[in-house]
């Protein structure tokens, strides 16, 4: 496409269409995070680590990068990957379909949080782009063959959830797909409860709803997607669980300790209380059976 062409030329990272503004950063305990984006994890080299580390965890459990039938009719030409995060994602997308443009979007650079060289590695047919999907996807309509997003819901308030998915299926090619993957708080024991207490207050203190997941498919459809489908899959945690399990806890375990800054910053604990409730926790699941839910929607642009 001659969009993709300028943006490969003139080695961007910048959304020209709507201009980002300068992020700017709070600390809290330690972590860093961005001030005027309703996003309250951690944007530093710590969470970057661990969004990689998430990557591979769900690659596996979820048996590939993809569920929806992307290659039914072909490989897809264009691929968007909307908060792509590390990047790593769309990397592996733009290596899988060498013939394939793929385009990373997120509200931070990946180059800017990390101190990896995985840009200088990145294909030729990768582009990052800077911005954020609540100013709406800088693209025209029918861009893109597939479209991409997950683990965002700690960036979108619960009012733009319909418009957001209305927009990735606006730049989406009539046959082509939209994907998306999310995860909500879990619950179980009284600390991994007291966890997501924590969590959920965090989240709706920024007008984040992290309960709203289950509805990802439901609003693929009133978007107006076709052929939509949608599963739930519990990933368990700890050693029942074998590997990935073990895995999937470290993840729950790292991503709740990003937000331990705001929780003792926000006056909802002490740290001493905080890092008692995890210790708790990891017993807790060591002794008994508990999961993760995760959700795969998918669905078809009206041809």
Known sequence: MGWFSWLRRSKTTTVEKPKPSARRFSVFGGRRYLEDVPYF???DNTEIQRLDFQHYVLRAILRGNYAAPITASGSPHDILDVG??????????AT????????GMDVVTPAADSQTTVHDRRPENYVFLQGSVLDGLPFPAAAFDFTHQRLLVAA?????WPGVVADLLRVTRPGGWVEMVEAVPAIGSPAMNQLREWLVTVSLGRGVDTRITNHIGDFLQQAGAQNVRFRQVDVPLGKVGGREGVMMETNYFSLHIGIRGIVVAQGLATGEAFDQTMEQARREIAAGRYVWPYFVAYGQRAG
Not at 84 to 93: C, L, P, V
Not at 156 to 160: E, F, K, N
């Open 41 to 43: 994890l951690p944007k």
């Open 84 to 93: 792509t995060g590390t990047g790593r994602w769309a990397i592996e997308m």
């Open 96 to 103: 899988l379909f060498p013939q394939a443009n793929v385009i």
């Open 156 to 160: 979108i308030p619960a009012t733009r």
